[in-house]
């Protein structure tokens, strides 16, 4: 018995190039830049230093902190912020409930801050506070925040030991 032969198949060379030679070509472009840009991620996004955590004492422990303006009810302790890799600043305060004139409470804290070397800052965010105060700290420079209006209704104090922070 004879078995048939198939007749030989003639296979055209693919041209070089192409569709896989052009995938393979950006995601040897893509992968590096976007490693790239994620390590650029990780040095601005620092969080916390341990220069930062050390001006939580001098913050958590600023007089300030400690004055209840009359007509008003404050949180019980200071809160101090954790200060870890999703801070990029250190940060002191409490809470303050407003039975009074919001008015009062910020002429109050700008009168003690003033007494006590805070000086005028102009705001830095599109919602600024109702005050904003800034005076020298360990070598940069720590922010007062008072809001009376709003979610953050407080006293807080905030501080950066890369640089300013603004309010």
Do not use: N
Request: hydrophobic share 40%; charged share 20%; net charge negative.
């Amino acid at each position: 018995m004879t078995i048939p032969v198939a007749p030989p198949v003639q296979v055209e060379p693919r041209p070089r190039g192409g569709r896989k030679t052009a995938i393979v070509v950006v995601l040897a472009v893509v992968v590096p830049l976007g490693a790239v840009g994620l390590a650029g991620v990780a040095v601005f996004s620092r969080g916390c230093s341990e220069a930062d955590r050390a001006l939580l004492a001098p913050l958590a422990s600023d007089p300030l902190l400690a004055l209840v303006p009359a007509g008003t009810t404050a949180e019980a302790s200071v809160r101090v912020g954790p200060c870890d890799e999703d801070e990029e600043h250190a940060w002191a305060g409490r809470s303050l409930d407003f039975h009074g004139s919001g008015a009062a409470v910020v002429d109050f804290y700008a009168a003690e801050a003033a007494s006590r070397g805070w000086t005028p800052s102009p705001s830095t965010t599109d919602d600024p506070p109702d005050l904003c105060l800034s005076r020298p700290l360990d070598g940069t420079t720590a922010y007062l925040r008072v809001e009376v209006d709003g979610p953050d209704e407080g006293v807080s104090l905030y501080a950066d030991a890369d640089g300013p922070v603004g309010c």
